[in-house]
Structures are given as C-alpha cells and as structure tokens.
Nanobody
Framework: QVQLVESGGGLVQAGGSLRLSCAAS????????MAWYRQAPGEPRELVAD???????NYVDSVKGRFIISRDSAKNTVYLQMNSLKPEDTAVYYC??????????????WGQGTQVTVSS
C-alpha cells in the first residue's frame, strides 16, 4: 500500500506563486515516476508536469516557463513550483506516482488532490 499526501494548495492572485508538495509513504521499494495532474470543473484530468528516473522532466505547453517540477528522493517527495499563476491554472491538482511495491509488482498511486484557485 502506497499513500500520497499533498499539501500547498490555496487561493492566490494572478501573477502570484505557490508550491505544491506530495510525499509518498508505504510498502514500496522504489519510485520510478512522479507527476502532477490537474482537473478543472467539467474538464478532463490533464498532465501538467512529470519527472522520471534520471531526472528528465516534461511540461504541458501552457505551463512551460512558469512551473518547475522537482523531487527529493531521500524524502520520496515531489514538488511543483508554480510561478506567474493565471486564472486558467485554477484546478484541483493531483500527485501521481508509479513504482515498484515490496511485492515486486508495479504500483500506481494518486494523491487526494489539492485545490489551487487563482483570482484575476
């Protein structure tokens, strides 16, 4: 069982910054992939950014140059630094993690979601 705990969401004005955190805990051997998704009301869940083994990162075009994904392997934690926030960034943000469980099977885990609201 792998659990993800998210924190850092809130209400900010356009142009402001926010940092999201997601910490993984439970019965796993290694985390191979970490990502942030977001979902606005009435919209499908969208991949925002991810980071894989080796540190390679990927961002959706709409956040390039504004968001930065990073990880702390020792803490099994992934972060999303969000700068120059826009009202269209308003959504529930979800942490997503894949890795190998202690059973040697692949696991997939999702955080509970944290609300980010950007006012204009």
């Amino acid at each position: 069982q792998v659990q993800l705990v998210e924190s850092g969401g809130g209400l900010v004005q356009a142009g402001g910054s926010l940092r999201l955190s997601c910490a993984a805990s439970g019965r796993f051997l290694v985390i191979n992939y970490m990502a942030w998704y977001r979902q606005a009301p009435g919209e499908p869940r969208e991949l925002v950014a991810d980071i894989a083994t080796g540190g390679a990162t990927n961002y959706v075009d709409s956040v390039k140059g504004r968001f930065i994904i990073s990880r702390d392997s020792a803490k099994n934690t992934v972060y999303l630094q969000m700068n120059s926030l826009k009202p269209e960034d308003t959504a529930v943000y979800y942490c997503h993690v894949r890795g190998t469980a202690t059973s040697a099977r692949e696991f997939v885990s999702w955080g509970q979601g944290t609300q980010v609201t950007v006012s204009s």
